[in-house]
């Protein structure tokens, strides 16, 4: 199998005449076709492809699939390597969640180094002024901030912190989005120690990863984007994670173990397809942990979970996203 390149070419696709509240259901179905990264910007949608995985077809289909996009309209801009990184990384921001885990890349102060908290709330607030900005000077103030921004506002004595470096690149999980800090949250809470994890479309592998500094024994990490994968096994490699395996792959090819604790951060459709496997790989009185939807998806993936034997044990929300947990 030919080895695809780490940073492969990304294509821009500018959407506009989107109609009031159909912008989330618009990202849905292109993250179904392919789509790994998306930005809201006024009237606009910005979503990001590798250039190798566009077919304009399948957007096509996309929009005559609703009524309500026949006025949607998109142009197509080609995204150099070196220009795409540099833009990426200039607007990744450290992350720490819960109080407990720091996620920064590796361009990033490491937590002990950061400036004091005062000083810290006083960056952070002049950069929300900056972001008010548009896409350009949002990128340029980024650029010109030598400082991180630390997002949340718990702060982590050094003793109980878990600090994760996470290279950003196109991959999905820098606990930016919703979904990733529902579901770190949550882990947090878990006993793990000597765990068998499995994470399935582990993008960056950030939730893996966290999983082997919280003690689990065994971790395996699944994504079908070979990109991710990549991604995912330089990023085990930076934590000095080896107890992580990084798999290329889906449902069908998660390793018998069985496991104690399954994660899956995708999408609706692709955790009801998949929610038969997980029950096979997940031990009696396991947990499963589900996001990537939306909360009115709840009741369809909740009724598939039955169907295999899970009850729902509880669920999180943040902005209408949803992480719920199953157990057996």
Known sequence: MKKQPLTPIFLELSFSNIPEGFS??????????????FNEEEELLLA????TDFDEMLV??????????KELFWSITRMPDKNWNEVWESSYEPVLIAGRCYIRAPFHLPYTHLPPPSLRAKRSKAMSHKAQ????????DAESSSHPVIQLSSIADHGSLIELVIEPKMSFGTAHHETTALLIEWLLKEELTGEAVLDMGCGTG?????AAKMGAGRIVAIDND???????????????????????????????????????????????????AYAEALRVEGRL???????????????CAAEHGFHLAGF?????????KFNR
């Open 289 to 303: 942990f589900l996001s990537g939807f939306y909360t009115e998806d709840l009741p369809e993936i909740k009724a």
């Open 133 to 140: 900005g548009t896409r350009a000077q949002r990128h340029r």
């Open 60 to 69: 096509h289909q996309v929009a005559n699939r609703y009524i309500e996009l």
């Open 316 to 324: 999180r929300t943040k902005n209408n996203w949803m992480a719920a």
């Open 24 to 37: 989330e259901i618009l990202i849905a179905e292109l993250a179904e076709i392919g789509f790994k990264s």
């Open 48 to 51: 990001y492809i590798p250039e």
């Open 206 to 210: 950030l939730l893996a990863i966290l």
């Open 226 to 276: 070979q990109h991710a994968v990549e991604n995912a096994i330089e990023n085990t490699q930076k934590n000095n994670t080896g107890a992580v395996t990084v798999i290329w792959g889906d449902g069908s090819e998660i390793p018998e173990v069985p496991y104690d604790l399954i994660l899956a951060n995708i999408n609706r459709n692709t955790l009801i397809g998949q929610i038969p």
